[in-house]
T-cell receptor, first 109, second 114 residues
Framework: GQNIDQPTEMTATEGAIVQINCTYQTSGFNGLFWYQQHAGEAPTFLSYNVLDGLEEKGRFSSFLSRSKGYSYLLLKELQMKDSASYLCAVTDSNYQLIWGAGTKLIIKP | GAVVSQHPSRVICKSGTSVKIECRSLDFQATTMFWYRQFPKQSLMLMATSNEGSKATYEQGVEKDKFLINHASLTLSTLTVTSAHPEDSSFYIC??????????FGPGTRLTVT
């Protein structure tokens, strides 16, 4: 079966750095996405990785290792508005998105 | 960036009635649209894949006669929840596919069935 694992909840301090991990097992691989979702809202696109390595985009970076079925989202200089759920999703061989359950990130002052 | 709209954003209906939710891509043509539902504190669940001009492909466990999907044009897909029941109360989100991998999400529709 297809499976994506990520921690249920994480807590971090404002101004600090946090890394959210995601491991996956899917039928084929055509890219990995990270989305941010605030309560009651639709997900917002953060990043897309299809090749191994680190993609940096401002305060957010995303890393992919296809051989290990592993990705992480790195958030720097955390702000209170970063409190949200972070969803890892993988595009399988049919270009359908397989979703993780999301990691609820709580930022404390 | 690409914009996808949904209408209505919130709807409350009585049990047994039908509700239609529209999903529109505002500035691009989407040959494929996806419909998801999300229960509280759970991840998005793909319900169906909607292709313009053809029948939708439903995921296992999703009743196609209950959740009617119509993708009549390259910018509009509709989801009709027929004979709604309280357990259908959920957050319904659509997304539109542009290019090989870019999915843009609508803002979602909160359905409450009383």
């Amino acid at each position: 079966g297809q499976n994506i694992d990520q921690p249920t909840e994480m807590t971090a301090t404002e101004g600090a750095i946090v890394q959210i991990n995601c491991t996956y097992q899917t039928s084929g691989f055509n890219g990995l996405f990270w989305y941010q979702q605030h309560a009651g809202e639709a997900p917002t696109f953060l990043s897309y990785n299809v090749l191994d390595g680190l993609e940096e985009k401002g305060r957010f970076s995303s890393f992919l290792s296809r051989s290990k079925g592993y990705s992480y989202l790195l958030l720097k200089e955390l702000q209170m508005k970063d409190s949200a759920s972070y969803l890892c999703a993988v595009t399988d061989s049919n270009y359908q998105l397989i979703w993780g359950a999301g990691t609820k990130l709580i930022i404390k002052p | 960036g690409a914009v996808v709209s949904q209408h209505p954003s919130r709807v409350i209906c009585k049990s047994g009635t039908s509700v239609k939710i529209e999903c529109r891509s505002l500035d691009f043509q989407a040959t494929t649209m996806f419909w998801y539902r999300q229960f509280p504190k759970q991840s998005l669940m793909l319900m169906a894949t909607s292709n313009e001009g053809s029948k939708a492909t439903y995921e296992q466990g999703v009743e196609k006669d209950k959740f009617l999907i119509n993708h009549a044009s390259l910018t509009l897909s509709t989801l009709t929840v027929t004979s709604a029941h309280p357990e259908d109360s959920s957050f319904y989100i659509c997304s539109a596919l542009t290019g090989a991998y870019e999915q843009y999400f609508g803002p979602g529709t909160r359905l409450t069935v009383t």
